[in-house]
C-alpha cells in the first residue's frame, strides 16, 4: 500500500485540487486527482486485494486517517471491490467509517453498499445496529439508517423502510430530508403504490416529498 499511496502523491494537481475542495464546501484538503485517473492508479492495488479474498482493515484506516480526501475514495473502492468477504462482526468498523472524516460523499456510498450487502446477508444487523442507527443524534449514522436499503429493489424491507422514515420525519437537517426523498424516489420505481401511499399517510418536510415524488 505505501506504493499507492507514494504513486497517488506523485499524481497530485494543486490547482484540480482547489476546485475540487470547494466543491465539497472545503471540508476536506485534496489531491487535486480526477476519479478516472485515480481509478486508474489503483488498479493494480484493488487487483492484488481481491486475489487475496479478505478485507485487510489495517489498510482501509491507514487510507482513511491520510488527510487528502482521494484516500478515502480508495478505501470505499477498496471496500466495493471486495464487499463479499464482509463478516457481520464488520458493521463495527463500517459504523467507525461513517463517523470518521463524516460527509455525504463517503457516508452515502458507505450505506448503499457495504453496509447495505452486509445487511441484506446478515438481516440481524438491521435490528442489532441499524435501527439504532435511525435514532441516533449523528445525522450521518441516522442517514446511512434511511439509506442502506437504497439498491434493494424489490428486496426492500418496506416495514422497517416505514419504521426508519418515521424516526427521523420530524427532522429539520437536510442530510435527513434529502436522504428520506431520495429512498422513497428509488424504491419508487420499484412499487409506485407503496411510494404514493406512503406519501398520502405521512407528513414529510417538503423537501422529501419533492424528491420523492419525481417519479410518481
Known amino acids: 500500500m505505501h506504493e499507492l499511496i507514494e504513486t497517488l502523491n506523485a499524481n497530485r494537481n494543486p490547482q484540480l485540487a482547489e476546485g475540487m475542495a470547494a466543491y465539497m464546501k472545503n471540508q476536506f484538503p485534496f489531491l487535486g486527482i480526477p476519479k478516472p485517473v485515480r481509478t486508474k492508479l489503483q488498479k493494480d492495488f484493488i487487483k492484488r486485494a481481491k486475489k487475496q479474498g479478505r478485507i485487510e482493515w489495517q489498510d482501509v484506516y491507514a487510507l482513511w486517517d491520510l488527510p487528502e480526501r482521494e484516500y ?48 441484506l446477508k446478515h438481516p440481524e444487523l438491521v435490528k442489532d445496529c441499524v435501527v439504532a442507527w435511525a435514532n441516533s443524534d449523528n445525522i450521518w449514522l ?20 416505514a419504521e426508519i422514515i418515521e424516526k427521523n420525519s420530524g427532522s429539520k437537517e437536510f442530510f435527513i430530508n434529502k436522504a428520506i426523498g431520495w429512498i422513497l424516489r428509488e424504491y419508487s420505481k420499484t412499487d409506485k403504490e407503496w411510494v404514493r401511499e406512503f406519501l398520502d399517510t405521512h407528513t414529510l418536510a417538503p423537501l422529501s416529498v419533492r424528491e420523492a415524488s419525481k417519479y410518481l
Open 72 to 119: 478515502q475514495y480508495v478505501a470505499l473502492d477498496y471496500l466495493v471491490e471486495l464487499k463479499e468477504y464482509l463478516q457481520p462482526v464488520d458493521i463495527y468498523h463500517l459504523q467507525t467509517l461513517i463517523l470518521m472524516k463524516s460527509w455525504w460523499d463517503t457516508v452515502d456510498k458507505l450505506a448503499s453498499i457495504p453496509v447495505g450487502t452486509l445487511c
Open 142 to 161: 441516522a442517514r446511512t439508517a434511511i439509506l442502506y436499503q437504497l439498491k434493494y429493489k424489490n428486496k426492500t424491507d418496506t416495514r422497517i423502510l
